[in-house]
Every structure is written in C-alpha cells, then in structure tokens.
C-alpha cells in the first residue's frame, strides 16, 4: 500500500490563528480524504480532496473553516483557519481508489489554547 | 442516511476466551464494510474488508446482509489484539468515502 506522510505530526495553537497540515503520498491516488477525530469520539469525513478542482466537503463543514488544495495526485493540503478550542482534535489524511480500501496517515494531533 | 453502530464502546475478555465485536449499518444500497484496528501509538490500519473473506491475524468477519451486521470475531482472543476497532462502510458509488462507528476498545486481559 501507498506510504503516506502527514506534517505536522503535532501541534499547539493559539486561538484566531491558522494551520496547514500537509499530506504527501509516495504514489499517485486517485481519491484523498480529510478526516477529523475529536476526543473521545470517532472518526468523521470532513471533504474529499478533488485533484484539479473544488473539495467535496460534508454537511457541517465548510471551505471558509477548512479550506483544502489537492495540487497533484501525489499531495494535498487542509487548513484549519481561525480556530479556535473545539478545532482541538486529530485531523488524518487517507487515500484509496476505485475497489481500493482506504489507508490512513499517522494524523496531526492539534491542540489549541 | 448510511448510518454504522458499534454497541459496545469497551469490550474486556480474558486471554483465549472468545471476542465478538459488534457492528450494525443502516444503508439502503450495496455497501462494503471494513474493520479497522489501532493499536496503541500506531496509525489505523485495516484489518479486514468483507469481499476479501480473509481470516486476519485470527479475525473473521462475516456480513450478514438480513440483519445488516458485519460481526468481528475471534476464537481466542490474545493480548495483542487489545487495540481499538472500528466498523467502517464504504458506498461504491459516492468515492469509496467511509462511514466510521464509533469505535470498540477490546482490552484483553492475561
């Protein structure tokens, strides 16, 4: 399977700033996910990230909060803007394809003060 | 709405005895289900897809389309399969996005 690689591993924020995690593929994919897993709970899809065009992101989450870049088949990116203390949470990139069973990244745990 | 449920959100058993996770889906159409393991400080990782039929590190799953489960199981549970499970649908026709439940902490205990 794809190696992935995500950066930041870890981070610590203040509140009304940004942060841009960055998932690199050492393979192209066809289709890259952005997860969110907050504490204690499961994990949600925020957007799948589409190569050449617009996310599709998930009722509840939206391009303003959360915008994503997807530049190639091997890379893409999501911010997680102006945040704020219930942003605190692991965001997971994952890649699949058609037939293909999808394959997480090691997440970027955020926290923010 | 595809919907997944994992009754259970911890499961202790004694080492050898027997584990079944539980996972229910909602789904109107032909879904695929996967289990998905992560084990202490690693990353998810998929421990078995209900095509594949494969038994898994001892894990077997079945999907039972009648009463819309997809049950884990193992015959004796070992203490390396403490670790976190999650239940995970996939719908063909919408990108192969998942729906998780809500996870199932299996600890086993020696």
């Known amino acids: 399977s794809a190696v992935i690689s995500q950066k930041p591993s870890r981070d610590i924020c203040q509140r009304g700033t940004s942060l841009t995690i960055q998932c690199q593929v050492d393979s192209q994919v066809t289709m890259m996910f952005w997860y969110r897993q907050q504490p204690g709970q499961s994990l949600t899809l925020i957007a799948t990230?589409?190569?050449?065009?617009?996310?599709?992101?998930e009722s509840g989450f939206v391009i303003d909060k959360f915008p994503i870049s997807r530049p190639n088949l091997t890379f893409s990116t999501l911010t997680v803007s102006n945040m704020s203390p219930e942003d605190s949470s692991i965001y997971l990139c994952s890649v699949g394809g058609q037939d293909q069973p999808q394959h997480f990244g090691d997440g970027t745990r955020l926290s923010i003060l | 709405a595809q919907r997944v449920t994992q009754p259970e959100k911890l499961l202790s058993v004694f080492k050898g005895a027997p584990v079944e996770l539980k996972c229910n889906y909602s789904y109107s159409g032909s879904p695929e289900l996967f289990w998905y393991v992560q084990y202490s400080r690693q990353r998810l990782q998929l421990l078995l897809r209900?095509?594949s039929r494969e038994s898994i590190k001892g894990f077997t799953a079945d999907l039972n389309k009648g009463e819309t489960s997809f049950h884990l199981k193992k015959p004796f549970a070992q203490e390396e399969d403490s670790a976190m499970y999650y239940c995970?649908?996939?719908?063909?026709?919408?990108?192969?996005?998942?729906?998780f439940g809500g996870g199932t902490r299996l600890m086993v205990k020696p």
């Open positions: 209900h095509i």
């Open positions: 995970a649908l996939s719908q063909h026709n919408a990108g192969n996005m998942l729906t």
């Open positions: 990230a589409n190569q050449g065009s617009e996310a599709t992101y």
